[in-house]
């Protein structure tokens, strides 16, 4: 198997180093820790870019493919920043991940696009870039009816026994809810969890409402 060359830029250690733990579990792939900064970067197969500005994003890449116009990208992006995902596409990356979910195939994903024309994105994005009216927005991030129906309430500032009430359901069970949202959306609190869904979409079309 040829041995590639993977680059990563991040400005964070913790995560450059789970991906480089990643990709070293195969012994033909070659990991390169760049500067934050673009400069001249050695050629490389590939490059992973985890950046939540687009202005960065976009310098990285740019340096990259002065050194190979062929380098392989793939772009992870925090929920925040789920409004970026389509400019990003623009820029013609072959991987546009999540980076809350990681990424266990990276190595194999990169061999992918190394031997095909092909892009390769995070459900968690799809939905933004291509606007599918089959499937809904709360589906692509693996909630629930029910889940959904909380994330509306609490967007309302409704206090969980309210939820209770509106829903008929006890309030132990709307505390579980609350604490699979604050899980899958991967937030804080119950307002970091609405500020989320709204940069996420999820929010924009339903509202649920207190009986009459």
Sequence with gaps: MDAINVGIVSHSPIFAEGIRAILERESTTRIILLPSEPNDWPPLSAVVIESDNLHQIESALMVCRLSNSRVKTAVFLSPLALHLSESIMKLGVDILWDKTQGCEQLDRLFRSILACECVIISQSFWQTIF??????????????????????????NYSNTEIAEILLISVHTVKRHVEHLLRKLNATDRHHCVQIAHQMGLLHKIRATLPA
Aim: glycine share 4%; aromatic share 4%.
């Design 131 to 156: 606007h599918d009216p089959i499937s809904s927005p709360h589906h692509a991030q693996g909630l629930t009816e029910r889940e959904y129906q909380v994330l509306s309430l609490l967007d309302q």
